[in-house]
């Protein structure tokens, strides 16, 4: 008995004698695959506690981010935000058969996903977004059958979304957006019944929707957006019940909307504009009883709208803009009370509108614009207290404008541009002492500009042109000290202009006083609008000379003083050399179809004073050029010198590259001895066109140098890249550009050399923690200013102007005092003025421009809209995603109004006083810049301009305040 129960024992400790070897053997594989991952990485320092010496064994159990089963295998790795840098090529992943989570998102991973991934079968959670991984997905990610979560966004991934994702059928959650996926949505989709979440947003995926979707019966929220799909939306799509959101908006659909999306009872989210959907809005769709955001603008919609939106009690957002939709709008819309935006501009609908909305106590802007609406303005209208923006302009509106409108003082944008209307400005509108966009123009209003119109102190956009208006200028204008453009052009204003208007600092875009009656000289203050850009003072009366002074407005752009009685000469500046100066008789100049002046008389009595000041000129002169010559002289001795003792060493590399930089003695050899012939070590990064290198030179200098990549074949990538950056940045001189030292061109080789910012790029430091939380909003808000500088400058200073065409965080490099610099210049554009700049689609997906995908049309608001995304995402910590196609609307994805203050990065605290005043100014100047009509946002002057002022603190407390207010500041 004794016996048998020592065998037990013994049988007992040698189970668990195996069972720990066992253990331990499996402790060691993984440690030393950890390892060994570890050591390819370009920067280990995050990674200092894996290793074997600072361990009681060999288990990685107690390494950071590693997490383990109670056998010791490796069942979780977290690396999410720790700066990581490198391949995933040397991660050994058949070490790990236990591993169910595996997180290294928000890091700076480069190069291929490899196949071995799909040796991960236990994998449940795979995030690997926000890095900089290419190439295709492996079609070994099939293998992943116990795979719940799968993130591989905001990557730079190439190639079709592969078939065998059909095979991962517990997929819940499947999110690909922001990459460069191409070809179509295979139709295994269909396979993936539990999928709840899918993101394929910001590719370029073709083809059709497959009608496959419709068995992904629990799916909630649908992401399709900023693609190229065509085709019609699916039948099918009225099977999914339990939608909550769906956007499929900036594609080619076509093809009518179908009655079964009335089936989708549970959608708050709806956005299906910017495609080629026709056919009339079904009626079914009054059944989205909890519909809350509703946008089907830039389509081809036709009909009348359907009464059965009246329907939609929950609906706070409306947008059926720039359609072709028709009738009268349905009484029953006076149902809704959660209206806060109505937009449904450029349609032919008819309205009396002596008629109110009913109860929509909430509603807080309304564009009617450019439609067929008739009757006259209600002074019922005052009851929408909170209404921000009214644009009704080019529409049929008769009688006067409602002294009631006065009360209406929360009202920012006031348009009624375009109709019919008489009788005079109301004095009351003084009283929108928020206004900052009066534009009454093109209508038949009568009298005097009232002088209370000076209480408006913070207008920007003053429009009174094509008009009947007499009287003088009101000289109480100069209040309105934010002014920025002004047009009472085409009335019957008589006087003289006043003086006070060249008190009008901000005065930018123009001052249009043309086709009125004015009389009297030019005022000399007008030279006090240095930055005006046009001024047209013609088809008036004006008489005497034009002030020479004006010659210092060195910003106009365009000038027309034609038809009127002005003698003399004209300003010696290139604007008035280029102006139009027709019907006036006694002006001379050089300008076309103006006399040339007479030349000056020579005053014989001072011969002797004239001979000392030439003799003082051209002395100082003479000697500074020998001297010029002397210094270039002897540089060019010694650099002669340097590059033939260089070329006699190195006499093997003889014309093997041509290279230019900024002491034009750095050799060939310099470089690829500092990067040990560009060596993976020194690599700190990785793009579309090639890879980035750190350079220590013998010179002592820290460099940073971009190679581009080859072909299989040898050939570069792209030529026509390294060309474009090598032109714009030998055409830019900002200091918050990055500075181009130097390049080499051959066939066999071909790089750049930047200055080396420290920091590295901002997508790094937002998607780490620790760096994020270094970046207080004071930094942050200089981040935005400084890229909206650089930006200004490569658009309105360079001529010709330049376009960078991929404004995104990773191109934003930070030095070691956080400022920034604009970089990666490969797709820029140097747009020339007689070339149509239409082009291939380029940039980062997620922040191009939307027009880009159906115009190809290379402007400056390309940039602006980049910009605005961009901002955004230095204020919200991340990438503002999907939140973007809902920014229209002032509700979140909740139906509820979004507060500023819920979309700030959460890991700072709020800001406070003039930093939150600033936070405030960058958001507005940000949901201005992504606007989806390019016509209406800002240019990047402006936006510079608007940062370098300062704003007068938001009238309402920082917690309070509601997107959509700031988007009412917009310009």
């Not at 495609?275 to 009054?286: T, V």
């Not at 875009?509 to 001024?535: A, R, W, Y």
């Not at 995104?808 to 490969?826: C, I, M, R, T």
């Not at 400056?860 to 995304?869: L, P």
Request: charged share 15%; with cysteine.
């Amino acid at each position: 008995m004794a016996f048998e129960k020592s065998l037990s024992l013994f049988s007992l400790l040698f189970c668990f004698l195996m069972l720990s070897c066992r253990s331990i053997t499996a402790n060691s594989v993984e440690a030393e695959a950890l390892l060994g991952w570890k050591a390819s990485l370009l920067n280990q320092a995050p990674l200092n506690s894996w290793s074997l010496h600072n361990a009681t064994n060999k288990s990685p159990c107690n390494w950071r981010g590693i997490a383990c089963n109670h056998e010791g295998s490796v069942t979780q790795i977290n690396l999410t935000s720790v700066g990581l840098q490198g391949k995933l090529y040397n991660f050994k992943f058949s070490s790990f058969p236990k591993l169910a989570n595996l997180d290294l998102s928000n890091n700076a991973l480069f190069r291929t996903i490899p196949s071995a991934i799909g040796n991960l079968t236990n994998l449940v959670t795979l995030y690997l977004y926000n890095n900089n991984l290419s190439g295709p997905i492996p079609k070994e990610i099939g293998n992943l059958k116990n795979i719940v979560e799968l993130d591989m966004s905001s990557n730079i991934l190439i190639g079709s979304i592969p078939s065998t994702l059909g095979n991962l059928t517990n997929l819940s959650l499947l999110d690909l957006y922001n990459n460069n996926l191409s070809g179509p949505i295979p139709e295994e989709i269909g396979y993936l019944k539990n999928m709840a979440h899918v993101g394929m947003s910001n590719n370029i995926l073709t083809g059709s929707i497959p009608s496959a979707i419709g068995n992904l019966t629990n799916l909630v929220w649908l992401y399709l957006y900023t693609n190229n799909l065509s085709g019609p939306i699916p039948k099918e799509i009225g099977y999914l019940r339990n939608m909550g959101s769906l956007a499929m908006s900036f594609n080619i659909l076509t093809g009518s909307i179908p009655s079964a999306i009335g089936n989708l009872t549970n959608l708050v989210t709806m956005h299906l504009c910017s495609n080629k959907l026709s056919g009339p809005i079904p009626e079914e769709i009054g059944n989205l009883k909890n519909m809350v955001n509703l946008d089907m603008t830039y389509n081809l919609l036709n009909g009348a709208i359907p009464p059965s939106l009246g329907d939609l009690k929950k609906l706070a957002f409306l947008s059926l803009s720039y359609n072709q939709l028709s009738g009268p709008i349905p009484k029953s819309w006076r149902n809704w009370t959660s209206l806060t935006r109505l937009t449904i501009n450029g349609n032919q609908l008819t309205r009396n509108m002596s008629e109110d909305f009913g109860v929509c106590p909430n509603l807080t802007y309304i564009d009617l614009s450019c439609n067929h609406l008739s009757g006259e303005l209600s002074p019922s209208w005052v009851k929408y207290k909170n209404l921000t923006g009214l644009k009704l302009s080019g529409n049929l509106i008769t009688g006067k404008i409602p002294l009631e409108f006065g009360q209406l003082i929360q009202l920012a944008v006031f348009d009624l541009s375009s109709n019919l209307l008489v009788g005079e400005i109301p004095k009351e509108l003084g009283s929108l002492t928020a206004l900052y966009n009066m534009s009454l123009n093109g209508n038949q209003l009568s009298g005097r500009i009232p002088s209370e119109m000076g209480k408006l102190s913070n207008l920007e956009i003053l429009d009174l042109s094509a008009n009947k208006l007499t009287g003088s200028i009101p000289e109480q204008l100069e209040d309105c000290s934010k002014l920025y453009s002004l047009n009472l052009s085409r009335n019957h204003l008589n006087g003289s202009i006043p003086f006070q208007i060249g008190n009008l600092a901000e005065l930018q875009i123009m001052l249009d006083l043309s086709f009125n009656m004015l009389t009297g000289e030019i005022t000399p203050q007008l030279q006090k609008l240095h930055m005006l850009e046009i001024l047209n003072l013609s088809h008036n009366k004006l008489f005497g000379s034009i002030p020479s002074s004006l010659e210092n407005m060195l910003s106009l752009t365009s000038i027309d003083l034609s038809y009127n009685n002005l003698v003399g000469s004209l300003p010696n500046n290139k604007a008035f050399q280029q102006g139009t100066f027709v019907g006036n008789k006694g002006l001379c100049g050089k300008a076309q179809g103006v006399q040339p002046c007479n030349s000056t008389p020579i005053n014989n009595g001072e011969p002797k004073k004239r001979h000392n000041v030439i003799i003082l000129i051209i002395l100082p002169l003479l000697s500074a050029l020998i001297l010029l010559l002397l210094v270039f002289g002897i540089s060019s001795f010694f650099c002669l010198r340097t590059r033939n003792a260089e070329g006699q060493r190195n006499e093997r590399n003889k014309d093997l590259f041509s290279i230019w930089n900024w002491d034009g003695c750095i050799s060939y050899e310099d470089i690829i001895d500092a990067t040990e012939e560009f060596d993976d070590r020194y690599c700190i990064g990785e793009g579309g066109y090639g890879r980035v290198y750190k350079a220590y030179l013998p010179t002592g200098q820290t460099v940073a140098v971009k190679k581009l990549h080859k072909l299989e074949d040898g050939e570069q990538i792209d030529q026509r890249s390294f060309r474009n950056e090598v032109r714009a940045l030998t055409e830019i001189r900002h200091r918050n550009v990055v500075k181009l030292y130097g390049f080499c061109s051959h066939r066999r080789c071909m790089f750049l050399i930047y200055e080396y910012i420290e920091r590295g790029n901002l997508a790094n430091i937002l998607s780490s923690d620790e760096w994020a939380m270094e970046l207080d909003w004071v930094k942050r808000v200089n981040i935005i200013k400084a890229v909206a500088h650089s930006l200004s400058y490569m658009h309105h200073d360079c001529d010709p102007p330049i376009v960078h065409r991929d404004i995104s965080s990773k191109n934003v490099l930070l030095d070691s005092e956080f400022e920034a610099h604009v970089s990666d210049f490969g797709t820029a554009r140097i747009l020339m003025p007689d070339s149509s700049n239409w082009t291939e689609l380029a940039g980062t997906r997620g922040y191009v421009a939307p027009e880009l995908a159906y115009t190809m049309r290379v402007t400056e608001k390309c940039d602006v809209y980049s910009f605005g995304v961009l901002a955004l995402e230095v204020i919200m910590g991340r990438h503002p995603g999907d939140i973007i196609s809902s920014l229209s609307s002032s509700s979140s994805e909740g139906g509820q109004n979004l507060r500023l203050k819920d979309v700030l990065d959460p890991r700072l605290p709020n800001p406070e006083d003039q930093v939150g005043n600033e936070v405030v100014l960058a958001v507005s100047m940000a949901l201005a810049c992504i606007n989806v009509n390019p016509q209406t946002r800002p240019t990047m002057q402006h936006v510079s301009q608007k940062f370098s002022a300062r704003m007068p603190p938001f009238p309402k407390p920082f917690h309070t305040i509601e997107l959509s207010q700031l988007m009412e500041f917009q310009v």
